[in-house]
């Protein structure tokens, strides 16, 4: 196989480990082109195993632009979210590929620090052993050991206690989008978990909340307000059903949501234009 053969078999698979490890889809996309540029010069005859090559060259790619993510994240106007993907239905049908790049779960990777971020994704999500991984990220597989178990208990303290199915969230979403659409307010309520949690990205280039909004009415009642306005149009989104809300029949805002015993405790609204380019078709993601 050549070059361009090898890399194009493998793009899926290094898009993913890119996008779990920044969350940004053009920002992985962009690691991709590099990586390309690299793999293009490299002597094939002297690559043993070219799937950890490319994993390699994607993820030592991928740190340098999650430690300047971070740095540009410190100065974004509002909360941050990450870019949603329009995904395909097979995600869903992979309950653990849709975990790792579920909304929420890509949430609880930005409280990780960009080493450890790398290596339970690796780890974790893709099952890379530990001397593969210690390559990539410049550090000894004994060393990595213990990042992967620290980065592992900072997750598990962290993520939804409970596997929710994309059928569960389905259901949920189905009784949220009803109430949202006939403006009721008490079956919005009955949904909600009292300590729910609504996050809105706007970027400071269109309008939204700049602060969390928590609680069960709060959220409610800025809902209520929105419902004459807006239509909304399921799709899968991250590996989940989510809502696609237009305005005048344009795209506004991809809203996902976490769920949690059958009421939702999380709702995440990505307004910020740069963010929703990719909604118009679908991208595959892999382990």
Known sequence: MSATEIFVAHRNLLFTVAYEMLGSAADAEDVLQE???RWAAVDLGEVEHQRAYLVRI???LALTRLRTLRRRKESYVGPWLPEPLLTTPDVA???ELAESVSMAMLLV???LGPTERAVFVLRDVFGLEYDEIAAAVDRNPAAVRQIAHRARGHVAARRPRQVVSPAETRDALGAFQRAVETGDLQGLLDILAPDVILLTD???VVQAALEPVEGAERVAGILSRITAA??????E???YPALLVHFDDELSAVLAIQLENGRITGLYAVRNPE???RITQQTPVTR
């Open 275 to 277: 963010k929703l380019s």
């Open 230 to 235: 807006v239509s909304l149009r399921p799709a």
């Open 93 to 95: 049908e992979n309950v």
């Open 58 to 60: 994607t993820t030592r």
């Open 109 to 111: 990777l930005e409280t």
């Open 237 to 239: 989104i991250n590996g």
């Open 202 to 204: 706007g970027g400071g």
């Open 35 to 37: 990586t390309w540029l």
